[in-house]
């Protein structure tokens, strides 16, 4: 039987105390939208912008630049931003080009950004941390929330379940982007997703 994560992170809100620092990485401002507004209230939540994936510097700064004025607009969290670290990406998709869309190289993806969030929340003493990754439709939460649970344990911290587009969590992201006007891009960001 499949875990329902929606509930298990349910489960972890109740339990923590208001206000608890989350570091929660981010893809982009529409996926974080409905994310955030659901974290908000329990949460002091920090959006980590580590995309390595996306494969062109332009489309970076532009989603970069979207996250960044989301985040102003509703004071929801704030920003803790990484450089355009592209060449991690390129050293990891070696090998694994050729894989199919949600394939083996989308994996070592997940482990890549969810690996960097869970060093950078150990750095920051952070005591959770979390992925907006879950949201999108075309994502596989059981992985996000396998490799979240490993790398939450090698680096100590608590990691925080999710299944964000369960309880209209997808569509509503696409409610607050029509209200907040936010770029809605077509593809993962990765020059693979492209094809």
């Known amino acids: 039987m499949k875990e329902n994560f929606d509930r298990l992170m349910q489960e972890q809100m109740k339990k923590v105390e208001k206000g608890t620092p989350l570091l929660l990485h981010s893809c982009c401002a529409p996926c974080s939208s409905a994310c955030l507004e659901r974290l908000k209230d329990v949460f002091q939540v920090t959006v980590l912008y580590y995309n390595p994936n996306i494969d062109e510097e332009k489309e970076y700064e532009k989603r970069k630049a979207e996250q960044i004025r989301f ?6 969290a704030e920003i803790l931003d990484c450089d355009h670290d592209a060449q991690a990406f390129i ?23 969810l690996g960097k969030t869970a060093q950078m929340a150990k750095e920051k003493g952070f005591s959770w941390f979390g992925t907006t990754l879950t949201l999108s439709p075309h994502k596989n939460a059981e992985w996000l929330n396998e490799i979240g649970q490993k790398v939450g344990g090698r680096y100590e911290v608590n990691y925080l379940f999710s299944d964000f587009k369960k309880q209209g969590g997808y569509y509503r992201s696409i409610d607050l982007s029509k209200e907040y006007n936010l770029y809605r891009q077509d593809f993962c960001g990765c020059k693979f997703s492209k094809r």
Do not use: H, I, K, Q
């Not at 985040?71 to 929801?76: A, D, N, Q, S, V």
């Not at 090998?95 to 997940?110: F, I």
């Open 71 to 76: 985040l102003r607009e509703t004071g929801w």
């Open 91 to 113: 050293e990891m998709a070696r090998g694994l080009e050729n894989e199919p869309e949600r394939g083996a190289r989308c994996y070592a993806c997940y482990a890549l950004r």
